[in-house]
């Protein structure tokens, strides 16, 4: 089933966690020579026009990456404009600068306006010695990622799916890789694929940096019986060396807002072998982040 389109959803608060935190990780491998392999299992379009088709529906980005930059005063409905750049921790910085959208080097006219994905943000930081592989079933946002990005000839685009085919990168030649997998969630079949594909892929590539996307659901998705784990607690016990759980809240825990379906209360990820600095960095930038796009500073949880 490929009913999920991620440009109803680009540049929200899940959105700008995940990105943040994929380009301190990108940053930080970037500091040795030694060449990298990034890959991204669920890739989608790469690119997403903010006052487009998908996202001028549901305006999610409105409540994300526009909150953050003030790319919405730019685009001229009135909105305040956003926090000053002196305020910002480091890392939340360095996000909106990547992302192009930072307050002030916004472009001037709303329609040239765009966030980038993952595919997009990662094409960004490659160097010349780097490569990079995307995965994207959907035959749209396949296209468009295509066409995006199809003329680097850096990169490897793969229509194909993302859980099987990552084994197969498996390990990278120079033993140096990031991987993030970010699947929809929209079939319950992620929730145990994704747990097998990742514990196959650690058995291959036990020292690769991973980054795991997951929704925060106020009841539990999963198939089978009742867990007493959390999804980001399973997966958190499928590797015992460096890792870190990052929860970040949009909503109290029990009563998530009517308007989401599957009563999302905010985004977590799960991180294997992150960067040492990337824990003090989230220390400074949750609290932040929390004041402006969750529900208050102390609306996040590491583990
Ligand atoms: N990683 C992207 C980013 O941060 O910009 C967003 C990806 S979106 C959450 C998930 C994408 O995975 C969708 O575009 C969907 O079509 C695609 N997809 C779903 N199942 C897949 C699979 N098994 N293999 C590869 N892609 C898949």
Request: net charge positive; proline share 9%; with cysteine.
């Amino acid at each position: 089933m490929l009913s999920y389109r991620h440009g109803f959803h680009a540049g929200n608060s899940a959105d700008v966690l995940k990105h943040m935190v994929l380009i301190f990780c990108l940053d930080y491998l970037a500091q040795k020579e030694k060449p990298c392999l990034c890959i991204d299992t669920h890739a989608g379009a790469g690119s997403y026009p903010l006052p487009g088709v998908f996202s001028a529906k549901k305006r999610e980005w409105e409540g994300g990456i526009g909150k953050l930059s003030g790319v919405d005063s730019l685009s001229g409905n009135g909105k305040a404009p956003g926090p000053d750049r002196q305020q910002i921790p480091a890392m939340i910085r360095r996000y909106l600068d990547i992302t192009g959208l930072s307050n002030g080097a916004a472009p001037a006219t709303a329609a040239a306006l765009s966030y980038p994905g993952s595919p997009e943000i990662i094409r960004r930081l490659l160097r010349r010695q780097d490569r990079g592989c995307c995965f994207e079933l959907h035959p749209e946002d396949f296209a468009a990622l295509d066409a995006l990005l199809g003329g680097d000839r850096r990169f490897t685009l793969r229509r194909e799916d993302g859980f099987a085919g990552l084994k197969k990168l498996l390990p990278p030649l120079s033993r140096r890789g990031l991987i993030l997998i970010d699947p929809p969630y929209e079939v319950k079949d992620d929730y145990t694929r994704l747990p097998r594909a990742l514990s196959d892929a650690l058995k291959r590539f036990p020292t690769g940096t991973y980054i795991i996307w997951h929704p925060l659901l106020h009841t539990d998705p999963r198939p089978g019986p009742v867990e007493t784990a959390s999804f980001q607690e399973t997966l958190l016990g499928l590797y015992n060396g460096n890792r870190l759980g990052i929860e970040f809240y949009t909503a109290p825990k029990d009563s998530p807002p009517a308007n989401s379906p599957r009563g999302m209360y905010g985004s977590g990820l799960v991180l294997f072998n992150p960067p040492w600095t990337l824990k003090p960095a989230l220390e400074e930038s949750l609290p932040f982040l929390g004041e402006i796009l969750g529900i208050g500073k102390d609306g996040w949880k590491l583990q």
